[in-house]
C-alpha cells in the first residue's frame, strides 16, 4: 500500500468583479534576466470559494468556505480572449504604470 503523504495544496478563487484600468498600466514580466511588459487590462475582484489539499497517492481532499469569503485583488492578464488573474503566471514581476518602467530595467 502507498504511503499517503500531502503534496500541495490549491486555492480556488471565484472572480466576481473585474474593474478596467486606464492606459498606461502594464504587467511586467521576466525571462531569462530580462523584463518585458503588456498592457494590464483590468483588476479582477476574487472569492476564496475552496482549498484542496493534494497527496502523492492522487488523491485529494477539498474544503469548501461559507460567506462571508476572504477577498483578494488581483491584476489580469489575456489569455486568448479571456481575463485571468495574473499571479499565476511564474514569471509575473508586478504591475506598475508605465512612468515607473525606468526604475525597473
Not at 17 to 40: H, I, M, Q, R, S
Not at 49 to 58: E, H, I, K, V
Request: net charge negative; glycine share 6%; hydrophobic share 30%.
Amino acid at each position: 500500500m502507498t504511503e499517503r503523504k500531502f503534496s500541495h495544496t490549491f486555492e480556488e478563487w471565484e472572480t466576481i468583479d473585474a474593474v478596467p484600468l486606464p492606459p498606461g498600466w502594464v504587467n511586467v514580466y521576466e525571462t531569462d534576466g530580462k523584463k518585458f511588459w503588456t498592457p494590464c487590462p483590468a483588476l479582477l475582484r476574487q472569492e476564496h470559494r475552496s482549498t484542496w489539499r493534494c497527496y502523492t497517492d492522487a488523491s485529494s481532499t477539498e474544503t469548501r468556505h461559507t460567506p462571508p469569503y476572504d477577498v483578494r485583488i488581483v491584476a489580469a492578464d489575456f489569455d486568448g480572449a479571456t481575463l485571468e488573474p495574473i499571479d499565476d503566471v511564474g514569471n509575473y514581476v508586478g504591475t506598475v504604470h508605465e512612468t515607473e518602467l525606468d526604475g525597473l530595467a
